[in-house]
Protein backbone atom coordinates (compact mmCIF):
# COMPACT_ATOMS: atom_id res chain seq x y z
CA UNK A 1 0.00 0.00 0.00
CA UNK A 2 1.86 3.40 -1.01
CA UNK A 3 2.06 5.68 1.67
CA UNK A 4 -0.55 8.91 1.33
CA UNK A 5 0.81 12.05 0.22
CA UNK A 6 2.71 13.99 2.82
CA UNK A 7 1.07 17.75 3.41
CA UNK A 8 3.56 20.54 2.43
CA UNK A 9 3.72 23.96 4.16
CA UNK A 10 2.97 25.96 1.24
CA UNK A 11 -0.14 23.82 1.22
CA UNK A 12 -1.03 25.00 4.97
CA UNK A 13 -0.45 28.29 4.33
CA UNK A 14 -2.43 28.15 1.07
CA UNK A 15 -5.29 26.18 3.45
CA UNK A 16 -5.12 28.12 6.21
CA UNK A 17 -3.91 31.31 5.66
CA UNK A 18 -7.02 33.35 5.11
CA UNK A 19 -8.88 32.13 7.93
CA UNK A 20 -5.86 32.11 10.39
CA UNK A 21 -5.18 35.55 9.52
CA UNK A 22 -8.53 36.78 10.18
CA UNK A 23 -8.87 34.89 13.41
CA UNK A 24 -5.61 36.79 14.72
CA UNK A 25 -6.66 40.26 13.45
CA UNK A 26 -9.60 40.00 14.94
CA UNK A 27 -7.94 39.35 17.95
CA UNK A 28 -5.29 42.16 18.31
CA UNK A 29 -5.09 46.32 18.32
CA UNK A 30 -2.82 46.15 15.16
CA UNK A 31 -2.45 45.22 11.78
CA UNK A 32 1.31 45.16 12.25
CA UNK A 33 0.94 42.61 15.37
CA UNK A 34 -1.41 40.39 13.43
CA UNK A 35 1.31 39.99 10.94
CA UNK A 36 4.12 39.77 13.66
CA UNK A 37 1.80 37.23 15.03
CA UNK A 38 0.72 35.51 11.79
CA UNK A 39 4.62 35.37 10.88
CA UNK A 40 5.53 33.67 14.11
CA UNK A 41 3.00 30.80 13.46
CA UNK A 42 4.60 30.22 10.11
CA UNK A 43 8.38 30.48 11.59
CA UNK A 44 6.96 27.75 14.00
CA UNK A 45 5.05 25.67 11.23
CA UNK A 46 8.23 25.77 9.56
CA UNK A 47 10.52 24.54 12.56
CA UNK A 48 8.29 21.29 12.46
CA UNK A 49 9.91 18.06 11.33
CA UNK A 50 7.21 15.90 10.62
CA UNK A 51 3.83 17.57 9.67
CA UNK A 52 2.09 14.27 9.58
CA UNK A 53 2.82 13.96 13.06
CA UNK A 54 0.47 16.74 14.63
CA UNK A 55 -3.00 14.89 14.39
CA UNK A 56 -5.01 18.36 13.84
CA UNK A 57 -2.94 20.89 11.78
CA UNK A 58 -6.08 23.33 11.82
CA UNK A 59 -6.05 22.68 15.45
CA UNK A 60 -2.05 23.35 16.28
CA UNK A 61 -1.97 26.58 13.79
CA UNK A 62 -4.72 28.38 15.81
CA UNK A 63 -3.48 27.38 19.10
CA UNK A 64 0.00 28.50 18.16
CA UNK A 65 -1.35 31.71 16.98
CA UNK A 66 -3.79 31.68 20.36
CA UNK A 67 -0.49 31.56 22.07
CA UNK A 68 1.74 34.37 19.98
CA UNK A 69 -1.75 36.55 20.96
CA UNK A 70 -1.40 35.86 24.57
CA UNK A 71 2.39 36.75 24.49
CA UNK A 72 1.45 39.37 23.05
CA UNK A 73 -0.79 40.88 25.54
CA UNK A 74 1.63 40.12 28.29
CA UNK A 75 4.44 41.75 27.00
CA UNK A 76 4.66 45.35 28.03
CA UNK A 77 2.61 47.54 25.72
CA UNK A 78 5.56 48.83 23.14
CA UNK A 79 6.02 52.51 23.32
CA UNK A 80 5.36 54.35 20.25
CA UNK A 81 7.38 57.99 19.29
CA UNK A 82 3.12 59.92 18.69
CA UNK A 83 2.96 58.70 22.45
CA UNK A 84 5.80 61.84 24.00
CA UNK A 85 2.44 63.54 24.15
CA UNK A 86 -0.02 63.70 27.13
CA UNK A 87 -3.53 61.96 26.38
CA UNK A 88 -5.54 65.63 27.52
CA UNK A 89 -4.17 67.48 24.38
CA UNK A 90 -7.24 68.17 22.97
CA UNK A 91 -6.54 72.22 23.04
CA UNK A 92 -3.38 72.21 21.91
CA UNK A 93 -0.84 70.54 19.19
CA UNK A 94 0.89 66.87 19.30
CA UNK A 95 3.97 66.26 18.34
CA UNK A 96 3.52 64.56 15.27
CA UNK A 97 1.30 67.29 13.90
CA UNK A 98 4.28 69.79 14.38
CA UNK A 99 6.85 66.96 12.37
CA UNK A 100 4.34 66.65 10.01
CA UNK A 101 2.24 69.87 9.45
CA UNK A 102 3.10 72.48 6.21
CA UNK A 103 4.42 75.40 7.80
CA UNK A 104 1.76 78.36 7.76
CA UNK A 105 3.43 81.00 9.08
CA UNK A 106 7.29 81.55 9.73
CA UNK A 107 6.83 81.17 13.38
CA UNK A 108 5.08 77.46 12.94
CA UNK A 109 8.26 77.03 9.87
CA UNK A 110 10.26 78.04 13.15
CA UNK A 111 9.09 75.78 15.49
CA UNK A 112 9.24 72.66 13.33
CA UNK A 113 12.43 73.05 12.72
CA UNK A 114 13.48 73.61 15.94
CA UNK A 115 12.22 70.50 16.95
CA UNK A 116 13.40 68.70 14.40
CA UNK A 117 17.08 70.10 15.23
CA UNK A 118 16.16 69.01 19.10
CA UNK A 119 14.97 65.32 17.68
CA UNK A 120 18.20 64.76 15.68
CA UNK A 121 20.63 65.95 18.54
CA UNK A 122 18.57 63.57 20.88
CA UNK A 123 18.65 60.84 18.81
CA UNK A 124 22.22 61.46 18.36
CA UNK A 125 22.70 60.74 22.00
CA UNK A 126 21.25 57.00 21.59
CA UNK A 127 23.60 54.55 20.74
CA UNK A 128 23.65 53.46 16.91
CA UNK A 129 21.57 50.36 17.87
CA UNK A 130 18.64 52.25 19.39
CA UNK A 131 19.11 55.19 16.72
CA UNK A 132 18.89 53.24 13.82
CA UNK A 133 15.56 50.76 15.02
CA UNK A 134 14.14 53.92 15.94
CA UNK A 135 14.49 56.06 13.03
CA UNK A 136 13.43 52.84 10.81
CA UNK A 137 10.09 51.82 12.78
CA UNK A 138 9.30 55.52 13.39
CA UNK A 139 10.65 57.46 10.19
CA UNK A 140 10.66 54.93 7.57
CA UNK A 141 7.98 53.07 8.96
CA UNK A 142 9.90 49.48 8.59
CA UNK A 143 8.31 46.92 11.31
CA UNK A 144 9.84 46.25 14.03
CA UNK A 145 9.85 42.03 12.90
CA UNK A 146 11.42 43.66 9.62
CA UNK A 147 14.17 45.42 11.17
CA UNK A 148 14.57 41.89 13.40
CA UNK A 149 15.08 39.74 10.44
CA UNK A 150 17.35 42.35 8.73
CA UNK A 151 19.20 42.39 11.15
CA UNK A 152 19.57 38.77 12.63
CA UNK A 153 18.26 39.69 16.03
CA UNK A 154 15.38 38.41 18.18
CA UNK A 155 12.55 40.39 18.25
CA UNK A 156 12.07 41.04 21.88
CA UNK A 157 15.89 42.80 21.36
CA UNK A 158 14.83 45.20 18.91
CA UNK A 159 11.48 46.10 20.72
CA UNK A 160 13.68 46.64 24.20
CA UNK A 161 15.81 49.19 21.75
CA UNK A 162 12.86 50.87 20.61
CA UNK A 163 11.84 51.24 24.07
CA UNK A 164 14.92 52.65 25.08
CA UNK A 165 15.08 54.89 22.21
CA UNK A 166 11.69 56.33 23.21
CA UNK A 167 12.24 56.42 27.05
CA UNK A 168 15.23 58.77 26.10
CA UNK A 169 13.47 60.96 23.44
CA UNK A 170 10.67 61.44 25.93
CA UNK A 171 12.63 62.73 28.84
CA UNK A 172 15.05 64.70 25.93
CA UNK A 173 11.82 66.11 24.46
CA UNK A 174 10.12 67.03 26.97
CA UNK A 175 11.09 70.49 27.94
CA UNK A 176 10.95 71.66 24.62
CA UNK A 177 7.06 70.18 24.31
CA UNK A 178 6.08 72.00 27.40
CA UNK A 179 8.00 75.26 25.92
CA UNK A 180 5.89 74.74 22.71
CA UNK A 181 2.80 73.68 24.36
CA UNK A 182 2.94 76.83 26.50
CA UNK A 183 3.45 79.26 23.75
Known amino acids: ?????????????????????????GRV????????????????LSNVVDLEGIESISGWLFQVARNRITDTYRKKKEESFTD???????????IRDLLLADAETPDDQFFKDLFW????RALDELPDNQRTVFV??????????EI???????LKTIISR??????????????????LDNL
Do not use: C
Open 136 to 145: QNELEEVTLQ
Open 1 to 25: MPDPPKRTIIETVREYGNRLSRFIR
Open 117 to 120: EELM
Open 162 to 179: KRYAVQHLRKRLKSLYDE
Open 148 to 154: ADQTGEN
Open 29 to 44: KTDEDAEDILQDVWYQ
Open 84 to 94: LTPDDEADGFS
